[in-house]
Structure formats: C-alpha cells, structure tokens
C-alpha cells in the first residue's frame, strides 16, 4: 500500500518564489493570456491545451522565441503520464495546468521560461531556494534536475527552461518522477 503524500505547501511556496523571481512565463503583458480567458477570444488557443497535438513553431514558442506552457503539452499526454482524466490545460499564475477529474486539487503544472542560464536554471530548479536536495537527470535536454520528493523537475533546452509539478496525492515518489520524465519527454520530443 502506498503511503499518501501531500506536497502542496512545497509547491505554493516554490510557485510563489518562482513567480515572483522569475516574473511569470514567457512574459506578454496581454490580460487575455491570463486564467478564465474567454474561449472565443483570438488568443483562446494559448489558454487552454486539449487533446490537439501541438506541432514545433509559432504554436508552442511566442515571437521572442520563449516556450509558451499551454502549447507544449496536450492533455492526452498528461493523461497518459498520470494514468487518469485531466482538464484542457488552463493557464494558471505559474503555468499551464491540467487538473485531474473528480480529484479536488490534484494536478500537473508546466511552466516555461525564457532567456535562461546556469544562475537562473539554479534559481528555477530550487525554487528560488525553497526546495532542498536538488539532483540532475541524465538525458533529458541540457541540463535537468529533480527535487528530492521528486514533484518538481526542471529541464533547460538552450535558453528556455520548462518545469513540470506534480501535485498528486497517494503516489509512490517513483511513480511521481516517472509521470514527471514522461511528461518532460513528450515536451522535448515537440520543442527540440
């Protein structure tokens, strides 16, 4: 039987350090690229991400080049990586995330990162220095590395950086960091 985990107060106080240090993902400035977008607004498709493959280009980068979250994982693939139903992504303050039907607040959250180098993929892998026992991942992208609950991965592909948080309760860490790689997986393979 698996022990229930509940990182939650980990995560609100790396989100929260992450948003303030890191100023949101992929900048913008446009009110319409916030949570509870209008579905027929232009920009609707940046909001949400549903079971549509998004393709490498200007869907899942903006015009700077930055990563954008909602556009570099479907939720077939977060579905898949977490073994249940999960919402369209919607993007929230620090990400795009895909809530898990029926779970009250469990969830996956990417988040995308811009004009990032070695001092600021510390700032982002740590959480701003909230998070402890950081470990590198081999192989995925340019640099990656999990914290020691193995919820919070970090993974920079030349100067844009992604995080996926897992937000889930009743997982093994193993399952956790296994959910967590599949789904930086299914991110490189359409951003490289």
Known sequence: MLEKTWHGPVFAAAAAVAAVVLAGCGG???????????????HAAENTADSAIPTAGSAVRNAAGELQPCAILTRAEAQAAIGEPV??????????????????????????YGAVTGTRFHDLSTGAGVLTGVSPVAGLGDQAAIDSTDTYLTVRLGSN????????????KAELKTASIAIAKSILARVA
């Open 161 to 172: 950086a992604f995080i996926v948080q897992m937000l889930l309760n009743d997982r093994s």
């Open 28 to 42: 913008g400035g446009d009110s319409s690229h916030g949570t509870g977008a209008d579905e027929s607004s232009p």
């Open 87 to 112: 919402s369209a992504g919607t993007k929230g303050e620090t990400g795009c995330e895909f809530k898990a039907s029926g779970k009250g607040s469990e969830e996956v959250i990417v988040g995308a």
